[in-house]
């Protein structure tokens, strides 16, 4: 093999842990090599969080423009662009797109490979070049960071129908009718609210018996009172078992127990999950063992059934999170670069929902806590009764902390509110300080701020 395809590193995928981890690599000496198939930066800038986000802070001044003459501001007739809409989230992907590229720049040990690669041994590489020829790399260590992408559920007639997913509905221009959303989790509930405040109708299609099925059932019923507040439709046990189209309308046949009807609808999204990128990488040739969704098992030090192979980022399984992958990145610079010790274990899973109000949720859920130890006590409040809420108008939701009632320390904690990811990070810090939440009670925040609402939280125990 050609001096030039010899690295002694590889990273597949440049997702939020592998770009970082190149430039790391490639910094401490490593001969490091990128293989990205199409965008730099990942699903989280050119697919996920970033356009997404983008586009709730559209949906959110439209919201608000709707709303002004609540704070006593009048407004003419509210309308939505959808073309401007999405100019504005291409141009801020471009803009976070350009920025990871620019860090490879004059990187020196570095190389950057567009194309799709494939393994042909357990440290060997095919790779077929976006521009055309193939390419035969080797690694001395290799690092799987290529994603997952939606999953299509296998429904009667859906693929004999036109259909979004969480990438293809962010380019539309033009605003639907009435918006049919199949799966009520994360990305079903940010795009069903976002599109519904866009002006389109909108109604959401959960098989199971509430929203957001990880979560309490106090919360997930707090979100979907939210959504419905804003002229949502949520259908809750209602399985969608057919799919068809006449002219522009399409049908979802939906069945709640024993009876069926169909929703009718000029637009679907399916939103049912995702499966991970593992089906094009030949696994196989290098020894590498799968799960029975597709996704890589990993250790705690991330690394695969087999020697100098690890996998980083939603494709091994766990949370999948940006910050996650980001935090795995660090384990691996921690132990490869640093000679250290880190792993997985014992690590917050933060994450927010970007609904508004957000969800922000932390640590364990009180049906979990419940369940791993009985002697737990639950802090919950309003967000009526917080004063910053009042003074903004934004009063929707409830805040909750479930505390260990022998040592105080909060165990998990879940803010439904105006900037809830926000309050929740705060929580978080205490946990991971294993403060009592006496601390938070009785320290002292700006008056008037949300921070402060964590004094008169933990005044208010259910028991």
């Known amino acids: 093999m050609n001096p030039s395809d010899q690295f002694q590193a590889i990273v597949i995928g440049s997702g939020q842990g592998g770009n970082p981890l190149c430039v790391s690599l490639a910094q401490a000496g490593f001969r490091t090599a990128l293989i990205e198939r199409q965008f730099v930066g990942g699903t989280c800038v050119n697919y996920g969080c970033t356009p997404t986000k983008t586009m709730v802070a559209s949906a959110r001044v439209a919201y608000l423009a709707r709303r002004g003459s609540d704070y006593g501001v009048q407004t003419g007739d509210i309308r939505v662009d959808m073309g401007r809409v999405r100019q504005r989230k291409r141009g801020v992907v471009e803009s976070f797109r350009t920025g990871r590229e620019g860090r490879f720049k004059n990187l020196a040990n570095f190389e950057l490979i567009f194309g799709e690669a494939s393994f042909t041994g357990a440290r060997t590489l095919r790779v077929q070049l976006r521009d055309g020829g193939v390419r035969e790399l080797s690694g001395e260590k290799i690092f799987i960071d290529a994603g997952t992408r939606p999953a299509v559920p296998a429904i009667d007639g859906l693929r004999d129908v036109p259909f979004f997913d969480s990438t293809s509905i962010m380019e539309l221009d033009s605003l639907p009718e009435h918006l049919i959303v199949l799966g009520g989790g994360y990305v079903g509930l940010e795009f069903g609210q976002m599109f519904r405040r866009f002006g389109s109708r909108v109604t959401i299609v959960q098989a199971g018996p509430q929203l957001l099925k990880g979560e309490d059932a106090d919360v997930a019923g707090a979100v979907a009172q939210i959504l419905q507040q804003d002229s949502v439709s949520v259908l809750l046990n209602a399985k969608a078992t057919g799919i068809t189209k006449t002219g522009a309308q399409i049908h979802v046949t939906v069945r709640a127990g024993e009876e069926s009807h169909v929703v009718d609808g000029s637009h679907l999204l399916v939103a049912t999950g995702r499966t991970p990128n593992t089906d094009t990488l030949n696994l196989a040739a290098a020894g590498v063992a799968t799960d029975t969704h597709g996704f890589i098992p990993v250790n705690a030090k991330l690394e695969t059934n087999v020697p100098e192979i690890y996998a980083m980022g939603d494709i ?22 640093e000679k250290g010790n880190a792993s997985t274990e014992g690590r917050l899973v933060p994450y927010t929902l970007y609904t508004d109000p957000q969800l922000g949720r932390v ?21 009526t009764s917080v004063a910053r809420a009042t003074e903004t108008g934004e009063t929707r939701g409830f805040m909750k902390a479930i505390v260990d009632a022998d040592s105080g320390q909060i165990l998990g904690a879940a803010v439904l509110g105006i900037e809830g990811g926000e309050i929740m990070s705060m929580l978080e810090l205490a946990m991971m300080g294993k403060l009592s939440h006496t601390v938070l009670r009785d320290a002292i925040f700006a008056h008037p701020t949300l921070a402060e609402s964590l004094n008169n939280l933990f005044l208010h125990f259910d028991s």
């Open 316 to 337: 091994n399984g766990g949370p999948a999170f940006t910050h996650i992958s980001y935090d795995d990145f660090r384990i691996l610079r921690t132990n490869l670069i």
């Open 363 to 383: 640590g364990l859920t009180e049906q979990q806590a419940r369940a791993q130890n009985g002697k737990v006590r639950v802090a919950r409040m309003p967000m």
